[in-house]
């Protein structure tokens, strides 16, 4: 599996998982950031923000670990 750095990022309009498990079209400025070997989605900045404080223990913590398991 390659690095999620280096994946490609899907085409304008294209759907996407968040982090949360909500669906939205993938844009430009879509927030996105790197957990693991996976490249996480967000609806909106402050999501972001709030993950990238702490992402052991931020409110998609539960979400995004659980995936992993």
Known sequence: ???????PTPK???PVYTACKGIIF???????AVFGERRLYFCL???LRAFQ???KTSCLADEINSENN
């Not at 599996?1 to 994946?7: H, K, L, V």
């Not at 993938?26 to 996105?32: F, Q």
């Open 53 to 55: 404080e702490d992402p």
């Open 26 to 32: 993938y844009e430009d400025d879509t927030p996105t």
């Open 45 to 47: 900045p402050s999501c």
């Open 1 to 7: 599996m390659s690095e999620p750095q280096n994946a």
């Open 12 to 14: 304008s309009g294209s």
